[in-house]
């Protein structure tokens, strides 16, 4: 249970510096939406908007992911801290010297999402130096819970400071709970668990960990399952505002109830993600709510019920959690070391650019049909999508002893 791996002082100090700094994120991730939404008006910049923040993490993400298997991950670590502090920064005073237009907007959340690129694979990779190995899928849900409670809190947290303190000062309050991180990172060590043997070239790393993802069938498994959830699913989350401004006639305080009701349903899949371990029951769960995905983005798109939309995006965050945090325990559980980083940042690749790609198919299109029911055909397409490749993983063996032959140094 998650009491057990809180009685590791490491875990629990690196914990409470995340839950500061995961509710700022989701703060500064609720104006960045609301403020692209006031500013256009316009589906299809939100899509845009959410694909320059989490389009870098395809682009940049694996090449970030062999540096956190080369370097000192505590020092990667306060550097994208220190970069995020200044950029909320500037986001704070562009926005409250009204200098802030939908481009400079653009630019500077493309630039979060670089340092959220680099920091990704690192973040991930430093769990299991935090936590002995039989802790390890307990980690990873305890830290799903506080991500998830940061996505319920954050957003109502987000919608208090907009009202009474205004729009800028969601990003200052995110500059400011980075420094949390930044105190833990100081105060946990870490488990020294990669060898300390030759590198080899930079390339090669990032072909080697191109190369076991792809052939390791469990690792690539997974990544399927969290795509198809991720594209449709996580992509119709980001259209949150598009709902609440749109087809419910609402603001900030209808945004911030939607996003934080998803946050809600995520942090009770995060509990049953500790119940569930990181075997079958856990692999065939992801694969049921991937399916469910599907079926409750179709309610969502055919209803204008804003009760039952409420219902039905809090059941939408379980089953996307479900997926995300479910199969990043499998692969934490079944990747080796010296590929972690690697494995991880590609992952983070699909996790979290698959939305911001969804997103911009979704908001293209409910430009033109209305976002309704946009959804609700995406939501089929999802549900036909994840039957296959349920399918798919039935009939294929997880082999979980492969093994990459590291390359060597010319």
Not at 82 to 104: C, K
Request: glycine share 10%.
């Amino acid at each position: 249970m998650v009491s057990r791996v809180l009685s590791s002082r490491n875990f629990a100090i690196y914990l409470v510096g995340s839950t500061f700094s995961l509710h700022g994120l989701w703060i500064q991730r609720v104006a960045i939406g609301w403020l692209a939404w006031e500013l256009t008006q316009s589906e299809a910049w939100l899509g845009l908007i959410a694909l320059s923040e989490f389009l870098p993490t395809v682009l940049f993400g694996p090449f970030f992911g062999v540096w956190a298997d080369r370097l000192n991950r505590k020092t990667v670590a306060y550097i994208a801290n220190v970069a995020s502090i200044t950029l909320s920064t500037l986001l704070f005073v562009l926005t409250a010297t009204d200098h802030m237009d939908i481009y400079l907007l653009f630019g500077l959340t493309a630039c979060v999402g670089i340092v959220s690129s680099a920091f990704q694979p690192v973040r991930m990779s430093l769990i299991p130096s935090l936590v002995p190995k039989n802790l390890l899928s307990e980690a990873v849900a305890a830290q799903s819970i506080v991500f998830n409670i940061s996505r319920f809190m954050g957003p109502a947290l987000a919608g208090v400071a907009i009202a009474t303190m205004g729009l800028a000062s969601a990003f200052a309050l995110n500059a400011i709970s980075y420094l949390a991180m930044i105190a833990a990172l100081i105060l946990v060590e870490l488990r020294t668990l990669r060898s300390g043997g030759e590198k080899s070239h930079f390339f090669a790393e990032l072909r080697e960990g191109i190369a076991y993802t792809f052939y390791h069938p469990a690792i690539r498994q997974q990544l399927l399952i969290v795509a198809v959830s991720a594209l449709f699913g996580r992509g119709v989350i980001v259209m949150l505002p598009a709902f609440a401004g749109d087809v419910f006639g609402g603001g900030s305080s209808t945004l911030a109830t939607l996003t934080s009701v998803s946050g809600a349903g995520a942090v009770v899949a995060g509990i049953c993600l500790t119940r569930l371990g990181a075997g079958e029951k856990l692999l065939r769960s992801t694969i049921i709510a991937t399916v469910l995905t599907g079926v409750l983005m179709s309610g969502l798109g055919a209803t204008q019920n804003y009760l039952i939309a409420i219902v039905l995006v809090a059941a939408l965050g379980f089953v996307l959690t479900l997926v995300g945090i479910g199969s990043q325990s499998l692969i934490q559980t079944r990747v080796t070391e010296a590929m972690r980083g690697r494995v991880l940042s590609l992952w983070a690749a699909v996790a979290f650019s698959a939305p911001a790609i969804g997103s911009v198919m979704i908001g293209s299109v409910a430009d033109f049909i209305g976002v309704g029911r946009t959804t609700f055909i995406s939501g089929i397409l999802c549900s036909l999508l994840a039957a296959l490749l349920a399918w798919r993983v039935s009939s294929t063996p997880a082999d979980d002893g492969f093994t990459v032959e590291p390359s060597r140094p010319d």
